[in-house]
């Protein structure tokens, strides 16, 4: 299996210097464990709880200011991670939701980093981190029911051939590539900034793959480092 490496536009560096990703692309086996998410979830709440870990107000801090270089209002609409955090903080714990979703929000939760999850089979093209032009749609719900938004010009998103995959950097993902347990091919994005420390990146990704492999016995994945 070969690496899934998404494209990143050029202006995405410029908005934010020192940008790092890891990229991680996963072949899942069947589910055997399927309380590790839960139970790693629990254990990153209570972590932020206990002030861990020690760079995340300088980190979500920098992803603000990143929002708001492109218009977005960081208070209103935050990076996932900061919105996760401040529910930990607010409410001591976050409800189990699917064993995948539990896991790779436990890593954000512990490390403080924007983590998204993809069902890539619903993928039509490669992912690519872009600059909005802003006729591009994107399918979401709005109280409890499905419609279709567009893009904010000049607003970073990630997206597909068909449209946006995740508004506002990583703010909100859509309907059309919601990651669960049962999807077969898996991508998992994780985004830094060089407030977080370089070998930490490294650790969220392998706390990722470690928690997946205890899930799933057998899985296969392939990582790559994506950086300026």
């Excluded at 935050?78 to 903080?89: E, I, Q, W």
């Excluded at 407030?195 to 706390?207: C, N, R, S, V, W």
């Amino acid at each position: 299996m070969s690496a899934l490496i998404p494209s990143i536009a050029p202006e995405i560096y410029r908005l934010a210097p020192g940008f790092r990703a890891l990229s991680i692309s996963v072949t899942a086996a069947p589910v055997e464990n399927a309380e590790i998410g839960k139970a790693e979830l629990q254990a990153a709440c209570e972590a932020v709880l206990a002030g861990e870990p020690r760079w995340a107000d300088s980190h979500l801090a920098a992803w603000a200011e990143v929002f708001r270089s492109f218009g977005a209002k960081a208070k209103r609409t935050p990076c996932s991670a900061d919105a996760l955090r401040k529910r930990v903080l607010r409410d001591g714990s976050l409800p189990p939701l699917d064993p995948i979703v539990d896991l790779y929000n436990a890593v954000s939760l512990r490390f403080a980093i924007p983590v998204g999850g993809e069902d890539i089979a619903a993928y039509q093209g490669e992912p690519r981190l872009v600059i909005a032009k802003g006729d591009e749609p994107f399918d979401t719900l709005k109280q409890g029911n499905p419609v279709t938004e567009t893009a904010s010009p000049g607003e970073v998103i990630w997206r597909d051939d068909m449209g946006v995959t995740c508004r506002r950097w990583n703010w909100r993902q859509g309907i059309r590539t919601r990651l669960s347990i049962e999807a077969q091919h898996m991508w998992f994005i994780l985004e830094s900034l060089p407030e977080m420390p370089a070998e930490q990146l490294d650790l969220a990704g392998k706390m990722l793959t470690d928690g997946l492999e205890k899930m799933m016995p057998g899985m296969q994945f392939n990582m790559a480092l994506i950086s300026e």
